[in-house]
Nanobody
C-alpha cells in the first residue's frame, strides 16, 4: 500500500499561482497512477488531473485544461500540480490519490488534503 501526502497549499490572490506536491509517506508511487482531486465548499470531490506511471499519460477535468498542469518525477517519487491563473472558485481542499489504473473512478489510496484559498 502507498500513502500519499500533500504539501504546498495556502492562500493566494486571484490571478496568482501555486504548486502542490504529492509524495508518499509510506511505500512508493511505482506503477501507480496518481491523481489530484479537489472538494470545494458544499460540493462533491472532483477530479482535477491524473497521470499514469509508465507513459505519463494524463487526464484532466475540462475546466482545468490550460490552467493546471500535472507532472511526475518517478525518481523523486513525487507528483506535482502546477496551478496558474487561480480564481476564487478554485478555493478547495486538494487531495492526492493513487490507483493502479489511470481511468479509475475510485482511486484506492488518499492523502489528507491541503487547503487552497484564492482571495479576490
Amino acid at each position: 500500500q502507498v500513502l500519499p501526502v500533500e504539501s504546498g497549499g495556502g492562500l493566494v490572490q486571484a490571478g496568482g499561482s501555486l504548486r502542490l506536491s504529492c509524495s508518499a509517506s509510506r511505500g512508493t508511487f511505482d506503477y501507480y497512477a496518481v491523481g489530484w482531486y479537489r472538494q470545494r465548499p458544499g460540493k462533491e470531490r472532483d477530479l482535477v488531473a491524473a497521470i499514469d506511471y509508465t507513459y505519463g499519460r494524463t487526464r484532466y477535468a475540462e475546466w482545468a485544461n490550460g490552467r493546471f498542469t500535472i507532472s511526475r518525477d518517478n525518481a523523486k517519487n513525487t507528483v506535482d500540480l502546477q496551478m496558474n491563473s487561480l480564481r476564487p472558485e478554485d478555493t478547495a481542499v486538494y487531495f492526492c490519490a493513487a490507483d493502479r489504473t489511470l481511468e479509475s473512478n475510485a482511486y484506492d489510496y488518499w492523502g489528507q488534503g491541503t487547503q487552497v484559498t484564492v482571495s479576490s
